[in-house]
């Protein structure tokens, strides 16, 4: 085949758990269909996700990253979500200082009976970052 | 020293391999570092498959094995006891799901290859990092909690206590029996609800194994499986439990008599405001509700009750009380909240006389309702054409999506019911009927039989033309619009989650459904568990399930609890925070930010220490952590760090 494939953005997701995780795999198997896109790494709260997790995910290469977790007063461990959500904009505005757009970064909740409000997400963050392409860190150069 | 990885990709018939070309992944993890072997298998988690993985463990001397297969919550203790069996710590495998999250939700082809091929490649990164983990055990208290007394609550408390074990039954209401209680007679066999429940109501008062506390509910919940503290308050009865005869003196006494509407009775009888609310109540001693109450109201009564009672049992100074208790599971069933006709107008509920619900129509045909078990009109003449409608709320995308899973077969003893009472014309309207359970389809018959006529349509409207009550419904099946003259309507309304259900989710750490029921670990496999270790689900809290369903889901959530008793211990989830002292700067963020108070500061080290029966492994101490000091075990940085590299890397 001489055309080019499609650029397929890569999202590295965080879930936890308890809630996001369990609606991943209820997204699963209710075969809700969405892209191939995200990627999901299983932590036990979205509290779990250190900054530098987001970082290194963008500095191997991902396109986009996406934390989703129990909804706020939900969280398994009472209120990990809580400070992943003080946290957010920090980081949001660290990784722009970086040359990340604020779209490449989501925060969501996502309980364990939202498997169509997740899958809803991804394909909306797919269409999001399709369009504008690769992630260019500062033309090429390494950060971290 | 390099670890020996073996990967096993499973086809899982053909859910996974119809999507993904899981040959080609495990070709590819063949060549990945460390990995030793890589093979797929059709059904990793039979027999076969699973000795598959042990043969290879034995034959290459593996050190750490991932399973590319379903979900983690599916299958990881399953494939974590492979590995046990053959002497391997079980922490040493990693599973890739690559169904429910890839092959279920993708479209065949390169693309869902390339995803399932990254997950695998991140968990094979991963198992390098793994370390075996040793698995705590505490004792189990051998008491158990039993949330809420109707038949659920009712047959699992019985069933524990049966073994020997004692437990406490805590229930809202001054009275047990839940609905069921209310109820006249239970399809399909038509026995009566009363003959049923009431000799089980009997035992739950008389086993000295049963601790009951009515009026009562779970203010707290601390601690962790096999060893929770539970706090109760229970509400004053302002009537001695202990030598009230339950005579009914106070209750014939009272200057309130006959002027209450009745909350057993749905409204249709009336009683005091001192009350038994039936002949066969447990326990079977009067209670005030103060709201109702002249002298807990207003202050002003000529407290007619307490001279009436030969006994002195009457208190109007009882405050409320909190016990403190200790027990090993929990078993939640508080059941489930009728849904309420009156918030659409179409049905007529409240507008008109004689449109009554469900549950009203138990309380009248029940021998001891306040009709005497006579099926009559408001005003006492017999009713000639009923109307039955179904799914009222439910199966109804303006309500509740969810099928309440009862009212085709009540409605259906309902109209044998009237038959039966009266020879009544009755007509049902219904969007299919659900008649599924043993016996269920053969009852259906026999009513129809009966000459009930049965019409495919979901009742649209109940209106008054004329002065003529009529149910306005379209015949799907004659493809007509009809519309219906009759005397009595009886809405079958829907099951909801109770009106607390989410702050009890909360209390107790539970996810609740879309549909707003409590949520089951596992639909199939963990289907009384949950999110919380020793706390199981017993009856319509779960889902709207008939009385013999409900009585088998809590016999096996005594089972649950039971075993965890038997067995004496049970294993704690090793995922903990650890300080790594060298590392630690004493600047106490982690301290302030743990919301169970596990962190505490060793100030001569200065430096920060967790306490391991504190900590539940939420790792929000390590995130915080600007030297990275803390690890959380399971899920270390490293670990995480060459997942990330491992679904990245192309
Ligand atoms: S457990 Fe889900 S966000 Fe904390």
């Known amino acids: 085949m001489s055309k080019k494939k499609d650029f397929e953005p890569l999202i590295v997701g965080f879930l936890c758990n308890w809630c996001s995780y369990t609606g991943a795999d209820l997204a699963g198997t209710a075969r809700i269909k969405y892209p191939t896109s995200i990627k999901i790494v299983r932590v036990m709260c979205t509290g779990m996700v250190d900054p530098s997790y987001v970082v290194k995910a963008f500095k191997e290469g991902a396109d986009g990253v996406l934390i989703s977790g129990c909804h706020p007063g939900e969280c398994h461990y009472v209120e990990g979500n809580v400070k992943t959500m003080r946290r957010e904009p920090l980081l949001a505005n660290l990784l722009e200082q970086l040359g990340i757009e604020r779209e490449r970064f989501k925060l969501m909740w996502a309980s364990a009976s939202e498997g169509e409000k997740f899958a809803k997400a991804v394909q909306e963050m797919t269409d999001i970052l399709k369009p504008m392409g690769p992630l260019n860190l500062g033309g090429g150069k390494k950060i971290g | ?650």
């Open chain 2, 1 to 650: 020293m390099s670890e020996r990885i073996g990967v096993f990709v499973c086809h899982c018939g053909t859910n996974i391999s119809s999507v993904v070309d899981v040959e080609q992944v495990a070709k590819d993890a063949g060549g990945w570092d460390n990995v030793t072997v890589a093979m797929d298998y059709k059904y990793m988690c039979s027999d076969p498959g699973q000795e598959l993985i042990q043969s290879k463990i034995k034959e290459h001397n593996l050190t750490r094995v991932v399973v590319a297969a379903c979900s983690p919550r599916m299958h990881g203790p399953t494939f974590k006891k492979t590995l046990e069996r053959v002497g391997v710590n079980g922490y040493l495998m990693e599973m890739a799901n690559i169904r429910e999250q890839c092959a279920w939700t993708s479209d065949p082809g390169e693309l869902a290859t390339e995803k399932a091929t990254a997950l695998t490649r991140a968990a094979v990164k991963r198992v390098n990092f793994h370390q075996p983990i040793k698995e705590s055990e505490v004792s189990v208290n051998k008491a158990t909690l039993v949330v809420g007394a109707g038949i659920a609550g009712i047959q699992t408390a019985l069933q524990i206590a049966s073994a020997g074990y004692p437990v406490y039954l805590v229930e809202k209401e001054a009275y047990i029996g839940g609905h069921m209680a209310q109820f006249d007679k239970t399809f399909p066999t038509m026995d009566c609800s009363a003959c049923v429940l009431t000799p089980k109501m009997v035992d739950v008062n008389q086993d000295p194994n049963i601790d009951l506390f009515t009026n009562s509910q779970v203010v707290g919940v601390e601690g962790y499986v096999g060893n929770f503290k539970v706090k109760v308050r229970t509400e004053p009865r302002y009537v001695n439990l202990k030598t009230c005869t339950g005579c009914g003196d106070c209750v014939s006494a009272c200057v309130m008599k006959d002027r209450i509407p009745s909350e057993f009775d749905e409204g249709l009888g009336k009683r005091s405001a001192i009350y038994i609310p039936f002949p066969q109540a447990v326990p079977l001693k009067a209670v005030v509700d103060k709201e109702s109450c002249l002298f807990l109201a207003k202050g002003k009564c000529k407290q007619t009750c307490i001279e009436a009672c030969q006994v002195n049992a009457i208190n109007f100074q009882e405050e409320e009380k909190f016990t403190e208790l200790e027990v090993g599971s929990i078993v939640l069933a508080t059941g489930y909240k009728l849904f309420d006709p009156s918030i659409g107008p179409q049905w007529g509920y409240g507008l008109y006389d004689n449109v009554i619900t469900g549950i009203q129509f138990e309380r009248l045909a029940n021998a001891s309702g306040p009709t005497g078990g006579k099926l009559v009109l408001k005003d006492g003449s017999q009713p000639q054409r009923v109307a039955i409608m179904h799914c009222i709320g439910s199966r109804d995308e303006n309500y509740y999506a969810h099928c309440s899973r009862v009212c085709c077969m009540s409605s259906v003893k309902f109209a044998h019911q009237i038959k039966e009472k009266t020879g009544a014309e009755v007509y049902e309207f219904y969007i299919d009927m659900r008649c599924f359970g043993k016996q269920y389809e053969e009852f259906y018959n026999r009513v129809q039989e009966e000459g009930v006529q049965f019409i495919r349509g979901k009742g649209s409207e109940v209106v008054e033309v004329d002065g003529q009550l009529t149910v306005r419904a379209e015949d799907t099946l004659l493809g007509v619009f009809r519309e219906i003259p009759v005397d009595m309507v009886i809405l079958n309304n829907a099951l909801i989650p109770q009106e607390d259900s989410d702050q009890v989710a909360s209390l107790f750490g539970l996810c609740s459904g879309e549909d707003g029921f409590f949520l089951e670990a596992h639909i199939k496999l963990a289907p009384v568990n949950t999110a919380v270790d020793g706390v199981f689900l017993a009856g319509c809290c779960q889902s709207p399930k008939d009385i013999p369903d409900t009585v088998a889901q809590a016999s096996a959530a005594a089972a649950q609890a039971l075993s965890a008793i038997a067995l004496g211990k049970v294993k704690l989830s090793p995922v903990r925070a650890a300080v790594e002292a060298s590392r630690c700067s004493g600047c106490m963020s982690c301290v302030n930010i743990c919301p169970y108070g596990a962190v505490g500061f060793d100030k001569e080290q200065k430096v920060s220490v967790i306490n391991q029966a504190l900590c539940k492994g939420c790792g929000t101490c390590g995130a915080a952590c600007p030297t990275g000091a803390i690890t959380t075990s399971h899920f270390t940085r490293e670990q995480i760090m060459a997942q990330i590299e491992g679904v990245c890397a192309q």
